[in-house]
């Protein structure tokens, strides 16, 4: 006896179980994606980028967008927003400030400093003009000295210390948009080195 061939019918319910497998399939596979989609988002050149709370939304040249975690992305974009709202508030800084009685010849002494993280006592050596012109003529300087005996040499047009979240920083006068024949004092902007065992990093500019 033969076999009676019905029609297939394709109803609601075997649609909806179809498309839940195939979402499946595409969410399984989006894991062997990701690693191809950060290398091209390291690739290609970001034409701007917006933080939009814990992340960063980056958008290429391209017209693509990436959202990606902001500390993954750039931690020094979300440090410099800290430190432009400090500078907003007068005196938003001077908690944070390593300020100590300069010795006879002048020098500020930290001795009780760890720069580098490594548990160990390291000392630093903070000198600078007192001179009360715009621009000063002689730049201050900076010497530390490691628990393991390399030094880190820094100078900068007029600059001041301060330690934030356990990290040594160098808050410098900036003086890129200053007409230096005629000086304006509103036109002279911050930046801010990170010091730490490597050397001395520049991580803000052009802060207000």
């Not at 075997?14 to 195939?22: K, N």
């Not at 290398?39 to 959202?67: C, D, E, F, H, M």
């Not at 931690?75 to 007068?90: A, I, Q, T």
């Amino acid at each position: 006896m033969e076999a009676e061939n019905y029609p297939v019918s394709f109803g609601p319910y075997w649609r909806h179980t179809m498309s839940l497998r195939i979402l499946r399939k595409v969410i399984a596979g989006l894991g062997f994606v990701a690693l191809p989609l950060l290398s091209w988002a390291g690739q290609a050149q970001p034409a701007s980028s917006a933080v939009k709370g814990k992340y960063v939304v980056t958008r290429n040249a391209g017209g693509g967008a990436l959202l990606c975690l902001a500390s993954a992305v750039d931690k020094s974009e979300l440090l410099c927003e800290e430190f432009r709202k400090l500078l907003r508030v007068r005196g938003g800084l001077s908690p944070y400030k390593l300020e100590l009685p300069p010795d006879p010849e002048g020098n500020v002494r930290i001795n009780n400093i760890d720069v580098d993280g490594d548990g160990a006592v390291d000392e630093m050596v903070w000198s600078c003009s007192g001179s009360a012109s715009i621009i000063p003529p002689d730049p201050c300087t900076l010497s530390v000295t490691l628990s393991s005996g390399k030094k880190i040499e820094f100078e900068e047009s007029r600059f001041s210390l301060m330690r934030y979240a356990s990290q040594v920083y160098a808050v410098a006068q900036d003086f890129s948009e200053v007409n230096l024949d005629n000086p304006n004092p509103a036109d002279i902007k911050t930046k801010i080195y990170r010091v730490d065992g490597s050397g001395v990093h520049l991580v803000c500019s052009k802060l207000p």
